[in-house]
């Protein structure tokens, strides 16, 4: 299988035009990872690069000469962007008898912490009134106000679900709103849905979609395998707070007869009709009723592509071995070998098929460390005592 640092290209570019290449680290990165996520897309890579001090002195900001910060960083195998991202931390290290850089990129989600978005600001829409508006209009308009280095609105996928009401008067970071306020409301068929920024600094707003494998693996291709269903998290009765108010709980009692009844509040953001309440508390109810596998494992071994049609090196049908690197966030993979058919026997089922929310790509060992998808405790979306009670680890 390829190598790492035989196939992978690093290149600095002055910006995300890639016209005016500044540097090739292909040949002398020392180490490398990088990660993917939802929401957010590609979002970090870490790189040690020896350097000679002339040329990490380029790097630097001083005086007449602005350095590299916010440059763009590209990751790519072949034609194909593997990460990339905007770099933030520059680091020069002199220090036993190593010369060179500690660079910290982050992928293009983070721009979307750079401007705020206020409802109320001259030219922007009033979500309160007229309508019917939909979570992707206000994500369109967010993007296109305050997002100028990301990539146009055509990816981004329509609801149907309407929000009129909704008062986005709060200035904020369009990544916060997503996150905190927009994401929780699901849609009409009370569906998952994340938001992430890709190749091309291109932003999606997508359907959580489980309905197809993209990867297969074995026990033995994998290390420090644990099957951790937490209880801790478990909530089978969800009340959606809207502001102050308290509207209608949603209850699964299929998991109260089962399990102690556990309840928690969804906080909301103010104006949203009732209806969209209560649906995005049944939504929330569905992720959080049962103990759910909660626990990352590390790839090692060998990882088998099965939907090709986002390699453009590998189109065609068929099962075929591929690099780790090309495993993300959005992904469902399948461990074939880890329980029998019968107890696994669902497409989504914790078990043995995984819907990624994190991968960590560790170039120089190899190794790639998956998240599979988890109930949201860390995403400001639960009320603040709660997420004190469940805080991640």
């Not at 508006?133 to 309407?162: F, L, Q, S, W, Y």
């Not at 959606?240 to 699964?252: R, Y």
Request: hydrophobic letters at 35%; one cysteine or more; proline letters at 4%.
């Amino acid at each position: 299988m390829a190598n790492a640092k035989e196939s992978l290209s690093v290149r600095v570019y002055e910006d995300y035009n890639t016209t005016a290449l500044e540097d090739d680290l292909s040949e002398s990165w020392l180490s490398m990872v990088f990660s993917t996520g939802l929401h957010g897309g590609f979002k970090e890579a870490r790189l040690s690069v020896p350097m000679a001090l002339d040329a990490a002195w380029q790097y630097l900001n001083r005086p007449g000469a602005a350095g590299r910060h916010f440059h763009h960083l590209e990751i790519s195998d072949g034609i194909d962007v593997v990460w990339e991202g905007r770099i933030m931390d520059i680091e020069l290290l002199v220090q036993s008898g190593f010369v060179g850089l500690n660079l910290t990129s982050f992928g293009y989600w983070s721009s979307m912490r750079d401007q705020y978005y206020d409802a109320a600001d001259a030219g922007n829409t009033d979500w309160t009134a007229g309508g019917p508006h939909t979570v992707d209009d206000i994500i369109k308009e967010m993007i296109t106000k305050e997002c100028p280095d990301i990539n146009g609105t055509a990816d981004i996928e329509a609801n149907t679900r309407d929000v009129v009401g909704i008062d986005l008067t709060d200035r904020g970071y369009p990544m916060d709103i997503i996150v905190d306020k927009i994401a929780p409301l699901s849609d009409s068929d009370n569906s998952v849905w994340y938001f992430g920024v890709w190749e091309s600094r291109k932003p999606y707003w997508t359907k959580r979609n489980t309905d197809d494998i993209n990867w297969y693996l074995s026990v033995e291709d994998t290390e420090r395998l644990s099957l951790n269903q937490q209880g801790k998290h478990l909530r089978n009765v969800v009340l959606p707070v809207v502001g102050t108010a308290e509207k209608t709980s949603s209850v699964d009692t299929d998991s109260t007869a089962l399990y102690p009844r556990r309840e928690v509040m969804l906080s909301l953001p103010s104006g949203i009709a009732d209806a969209v309440a209560n649906d995005a508390g049944k939504t929330a109810l569905e992720e959080r009723k049962d103990p759910r596998q909660d626990q990352g494992f590390t790839v090692k071994g060998h990882v088998y592509n099965t939907t090709p049609g986002r390699l453009s090196q590998a189109a065609g049908a068929g099962v075929e071995e591929k690099p780790k690197w090309w495993v993300r966030a959005g992904d469902v993979a399948r461990i074939r070998d880890l329980v029998s058919e019968a107890a696994a026997s669902g497409t989504l089922d914790d078990l043995r098929t995984f819907y990624l929310v994190e991968t960590r790509y560790d170039a120089g060992r190899d190794v790639l460390e998956v998240q599979p998808d988890r109930p949201n405790n860390r995403l400001s979306v639960l009320l603040s005592r709660m997420s004190q009670l469940e805080k991640d680890k």
